[in-house]
């Protein structure tokens, strides 16, 4: 569990990292409006939504540290999910209307195919997904009654374990005879769609499946543990009342779940940091040219790094073919 850093002046709470736990039912947009009163302000943002039907861990960025989204985007992501074999949905998740039916996986092929699914994959998303078709998102196209073709991409998964699985009388773990659904905890790089995974390994068990439950439990260093309105989630696996409102975060949870961004956390999100002296930072903060005499060491060239006065974090920059670049900077009272 990550150590809870309190903020000195609750002020700055409004440039903080926020963790929230999305309830299955509530668009990952709809969610950000309980942060936004809490900490008032409008300027919130997320570093990677999750479906509808999906809940888990959603890491925001508020104030000016919405500029680091792309750098929290990229982190990893751990996942538990449930397949539900026997039946593909075009949505590949619960929401979607049944295109396909087969018999069930069985369990010595179930256990066969999982190894092959770690390590580096060419991976085809979703036909229902956010992913941008010239300009025109493919899930908008499919609606419209488009046709979509959507390129492979390499994907990481850096560990497949196989939670659990039940037979088709409900009976758990069987020893032999056909699977029904299959709980697996995912650990994987960005850009990884579970239900791709759980149709792809379907498909190599002779069968085909969906995504009946899905749960974001991590991205990079950030656990769902730790996130507001974590202890609103129900059991894994648990259905959901289409007809009952999600309870909503209590306001005290949100701003309890906010994390000023420190020379840890950037290294635990995989940044590298450089530290500029108090008497420079002004310099810094007002877009003055830089050299490296400026930083306790030269940074990487091409790669940007999180520069820091002790704790106070003041913004990104990167090495340009010799050259200092300001990605941007950060004031505490912007």
């Known amino acids: 569990m990550m150590n809870r850093i309190r903020y000195p002046d609750r002020k700055l709470m409004v440039n903080s990292i926020v963790l929230l736990a999305k309830q299955s039912g509530k668009t990952s947009f709809s969610s950000l409006w309980q942060v936004k009163n809490a900490l008032g302000t409008k300027k919130v943002g997320h570093t990677g939504t999750l479906d509808n039907f999906a809940d888990g861990l959603l890491v925001l960025l508020a104030g000016s540290l919405t500029r680091l989204g ?9 996942y538990l999910a449930r397949i539900a074999f026997g039946s593909r ?6 929401s979607g209307t049944v295109t396909e039916t087969a018999p069930l996986p069985d369990v010595d092929k179930l256990h066969a195919v999982l190894p092959s699914f770690n390590g580096s994959l060419d991976q085809i998303p979703p036909e229902y997904s ?3 078709v010239d300009g025109k998102r493919a899930s908008d196209r499919i609606r419209d009654g488009e046709p979509v073709y959507l390129a492979p991409r390499r994907i990481i998964i850096h560990s497949l374990e196989l ?4 037979g088709p009388d409900g009976t758990e773990n069987p020893a032999k005879g056909p699977v029904a659904a299959a709980d697996i905890r995912v650990h994987c790089s960005k850009g990884t769609y579970i239900r791709s995974l759980a149709r792809d390994i379907a498909i ?3 069968s085909c499946a969906h995504t009946a439950f899905l749960r974001r439990t991590a991205v990079g260093p950030f656990r769902l543990e730790d996130a507001a309105g974590f202890n609103l989630l129900p059991a894994f696996g648990t259905p959901r009342d289409s007809q009952e409102q999600p309870e909503p975060v209590p306001p005290h949870d949100i ?3 906010c994390r000023p961004f420190t020379p840890e956390l950037a290294r635990e999100t995989g940044l590298p940091v450089l530290e500029i002296p108090d008497r420079l930072v002004p310099e810094f903060l007002n877009g003055k040219k830089m050299t490296t005499a400026w930083f306790d060491r030269p940074p990487a060239n091409s790669v940007s790094h999180a520069v820091f006065s002790g704790k106070r974090f003041c913004g990104m920059v990167h090495d340009e073919g010799g050259r200092l670049v300001y990605d941007f900077v950060h004031r505490e009272d912007s």
């Open 130 to 132: 956010a992913i941008h």
């Open 70 to 78: 792309n750098h929290i985007t990229a982190s990893d992501k751990e």
């Open 89 to 94: 949905t075009d949505t590949l998740d619960p």
């Open 255 to 257: 701003l309890d779940s």
């Open 204 to 206: 190599a068990a002779g």
């Open 163 to 166: 939670v659990g699985y039940t």
